[in-house]
């Protein structure tokens, strides 16, 4: 800001930040200041290379003091231009000039630097200032404002809350009836004062007294944009010429609301929600380790962040290891515009096995804010030796069912088979009863349906039989027997094999049919003299001797070979 | 005499194998008991000691090896049961007809499972017989009811020992720290995931010294067979 001073005039140029993004506007606010201004008019704006004035407005307030016993009064004129910069670089906004009173007025350079970057969302300028102007002018003189350290934050960085009180006149009895309060933040409060310290601070190149009420840092719990809850006083405004035992009024500040951006791409799996600057050691006491003895693993992480937010590494699953949430301490102090110190996890490990065991590296990762990425780091991994368990093995172990391997049980020297040796074997003799009644089925059937074939059945087991009865008759030297058997089974065999009703037909018609159906003709009048001779040894009972009876056997068997 | 021998050359291993466990000596344990399977000594028990020596020297595949041998042997062993769940636990089948049918199955070992199949088969052959004779002779007996019990024991018999079986053909457990699956039979192929040692699953072929394998997690991919063993070798 400069100022420069012509007899009772001031005429003075501010702008309301020197950095500023490429794309949002900002303000330069050119005040003249005085006595007396009736006639006076605006200021000449200079052109300015490379930055649009956007628009301008003008405000005009007296005040009137009655201070130690004497009246005194000026008079205040602002002109806000709205500028904006389309691109980077560093700017100077040329001096304004003014002629009043004869007299040629000129307000010093300005300089800006125009960056890359985001414009800011939601972030009004010191706008209870402005709000109380364009209203009904009410407390224009006293307000609260919260200077914020940043537009937009990640989630877990850190932003400076200020909250102040401005005012151009005389205060008494302030009583703060609404404390600062804000939504999805963790709160660490770097500031509270017991009694207010006003000080000299210029907005919009007005001139005010500013105490400090309250100043915290606020950490971003998750992606939700921080609100800033409005802070109530009640103060008894004095000097006022109008009241001059003055008044007590109730003044509040405005909602604020803080984008919270979320991370670039790249998270990682090993993140562990911690956000600044960070660097981690081990420390761990690994001599006399013994099976389901837990020991101590101190993993101690010290930085600048949001310390208290973050959340333990995940320490690999091993089945040789075993563990549970580690204990955590933290230790941190304010320094700056965020939190420094460190933070302790304690991980009780317990070996399960003894031998030498390695402790896997622990992966972690946090958010570097200055770099806008993610840093991966590890630790690890360590090798530890563990001895059994002095407990370990003894008869209390067959309890431990659910909770250790179970204990050693006896051999007793038998052989558990995991199956029946020749297994297939055993399906056999089942095989067999299938194919054994599915033939007799398929048999029976078969003779039940074909009377024919019924019949060759049948003719084997009835030659046998019967060649068996006359081999006995022979034997037994009994011709008429013989014979008497013989002519049956002839003619049973040829009722079965031709199906001829033979046992009631005369010997001439069984020849004839027999050369109708075509047997071999030279083999009926062996059969026709068979026959022939049964008869007549049946009915005439002559004596024949042995061999002339096997002589009709073979005989007999020769045609019925011949006619099966 | 011979038998007697035996017995106390059984009864001084098994003091011995013991004595070592008692006192933390695993390696010396697991030699005692190795002696048994080189006289040819198959036992559920002996599984379980085999694996316990190796779960406390820190060797965890070997160990669900074991475990998972004397498994097949007596799966209704409580200890063996134990042991098994503190390396994984199988998640039960959200049919509740085949998380009840598995229960059943898993109470009953292979070798049961096989003489079930034996008799089963017997009944349902003779049931069969008779029946088919009744349709060419009248023979007075219930051959129906008969034929439907036998039907119902052979096809329960011939379940359980069909997964059984497959559970001998295909079940395997990755024996070395870890393993990579990938997705063709050689490692030029794409890395699909790690698996930690003591995982198991199924064999689905093999390529070489490759195995397509599947994980309990439903994944599947390829994986070296010298990482893991199958339970029960060929």
New interface residues.
């Given amino acids: 800001m400069v100022i420069l001073l012509f007899f009772s005039l001031t005429f003075t140029a501010s702008i309301d930040r020197t950095t500023v993004p490429v794309g949002e506007s900002f303000n330069v606010s050119v005040i003249i200041e005085g006595d007396e201004l009736s006639g006076i008019g605006e200021p000449e704006a200079p052109g300015i290379p490379g930055i649009q004035i956007l628009g301008s407005s003008r405000s005009q307030s007296t005040q009137i003091n009655f201070i130690n016993g004497k009246l005194t009064k000026s008079t205040s004129l602002t002109f806000d231009y709205q500028m904006i910069a389309n691109s980077e670089g560093e700017y100077t906004i040329p001096p304004f000039s003014l002629k009043y009173g004869g007299q040629h007025y000129e307000t010093e350079p300005i300089k800006i630097s125009v960056k890359k970057g985001v414009p800011r969302r939601n972030v009004p300028p010191p706008a209870v200032y402005e709000d109380r102007e364009t209203r009904t002018g009410e407390f224009r003189n006293v307000f609260l404002d919260s200077d914020i350290s940043k537009s937009s934050v990640y989630p877990g960085e850190p932003l400076v809350v200020s909250q102040f009180l401005y005012t151009k006149v005389n205060l008494g009895d302030i009583q703060l009836t609404s404390s600062p309060s804000y939504e999805n933040v963790w709160v660490e409060n770097v500031e509270s004062p017991t009694r207010l310290d006003f000080s000299r601070a210029t907005i919009n190149g007005i001139a005010y007294q500013r105490a400090l009420l309250k100043r915290d840092i606020l950490f971003p719990l998750g992606e939700k944009d921080i609100k800033i809850n409005p802070i109530t006083i009640n103060v008894l405004i004095r000097g006022d010429m109008f009241s001059f035992f003055g008044e007590r009024k109730e003044i509040s500040s405005e909602t604020r609301t803080i984008l919270v951006k979320p991370f670039p791409p790249g998270r990682l799996a090993e993140f562990i929600d911690a956000v600044g600057k960070f660097e981690i050691r081990a420390d761990m006491d690994s001599s006399n380790l013994k099976v389901d003895s837990p020991f101590p693993l101190r993993l101690i992480v010290k930085g600048e962040g949001n310390i208290s937010l973050m959340s333990a590494p995940k320490f690999p699953e091993t089945r040789k290891l075993t563990t549970y949430d580690p204990e955590s301490k933290v230790s941190s102090q304010v320094s700056g515009s965020t939190l420094k110190g460190e933070r302790t996890f304690t991980y009780l490990i317990t070996p399960k096995v003894s031998g030498i065991i390695e402790i896997p590296e622990i992966k972690w990762a946090y958010f570097d804010i200055k770099n806008e990425t993610f840093v991966t780091r590890t630790i690890g991994p360590w090798q530890v030796r563990v001895k059994p368990s002095s407990e370990m093995g003894g008869e209390g172990e067959t309890a431990k069912i659910n909770k250790d391997i179970s204990y050693v049980l006896p051999i007793n020297g038998k052989t558990v088979s995991l199956m029946p040796k020749f297994f297939p074997l055993y399906f056999l003799p089942s095989i067999l009863i299938l194919l054994i009644s599915g033939y007799y089925v398929l048999e029976a059937r078969k003779i039940q349906g074909d009377r024919g074939y019924a019949n060759m059945k049948v003719i084997p087991r009835e030659l046998k039989n019967g060649f068996r009865k006359l081999e006995k008759e022979i034997a037994g030297n009994n011709p008429v027997q013989f014979y008497e058997d013989l002519t049956r089974l002839l003619l049973k065999f040829i009722k079965l094999k031709f199906h001829m009703e033979s046992f009631g037909m005369k010997k001439i018609d069984i020849i004839s049919e027999l050369r109708d159906k075509k047997v071999p003709e030279q083999i009926l009048p062996l059969l026709q003299e068979l026959l022939e001779r049964s008869e007549t040894v049946r009915f005439t009972s002559l004596k024949l001797e042995k061999k002339e009876m096997t002589g009709d056997l073979k005989t007999a068997k020769e045609v019925i070979n011949a006619l099966y | 005499m011979l038998y007697i021998s ?2 106390m050359l ?1 009864s001084q ?2 003091l011995s ?2 004595e070592c ?4 000596e ?1 390696s010396e ?1 697991l030699a005692e ?1 190795e002696k ?1 399977l080189d006289k ?7 599984y ?2 085999i ?2 020596c190796y ?4 060797n ?1 595949g070997e160990s669900l090896l074991y475990y998972r041998r004397g498994w ?3 799966p209704g062993n ?3 049961l ?2 098994i ?3 994984s636990k199988e998640e039960a089948n959200p049919n509740p007809f085949i998380s009840f049918f598995t229960k059943i199955i898993d109470k009953i070992s ?2 049961i499972f ?2 079930f199949l ?1 008799i089963s ?2 009944l ?3 049931a ?2 008779i029946r ?2 009744q ?3 009248l023979i007075n007996f219930p051959a129906n009811p008969l034929l439907f019990l036998c039907g119902l024991f052979f096809i329960f018999s011939l379940l359980g020992f069909s997964v059984w079986f497959g559970r ?1 053909k295909s079940k395997w457990v990755v024996t070395t720290e870890t393993t990579i699956a990938y997705s063709g039979p050689d490692e030029e192929f794409k890395e699909l995931m790690r698996v930690d ?2 995982e198991e699953g199924s064999l689905v072929r093999r390529d070489g010294g490759w195995w397509l394998v599947h994980f309990h997690s439903g994944q599947g991919g390829w994986i070296d067979s010298t990482t893991a063993a199958m339970v ?1 070798p060929k």
Avoid: C, H, Q, W
Avoid at chain 2, 55 to 58: A, E, T, W
């Fill in positions: 035996l017995l059984f291993t098994s194998a013991e466990y008692k006192k933390g695993y344990a008991y048994y040819g000594i198959v036992s559920p028990e002996l379980l000691d694996g316990n779960y406390r020297m820190g965890f097949f042997l007596s409580e200890n063996i134990n042991n769940s503190l390396f292979l070798r096989s003489y034996i088969f017997t349902l052959a003779i069969v017989s088919l004779i349709k060419v002779k001998v040692e003591a029960i």
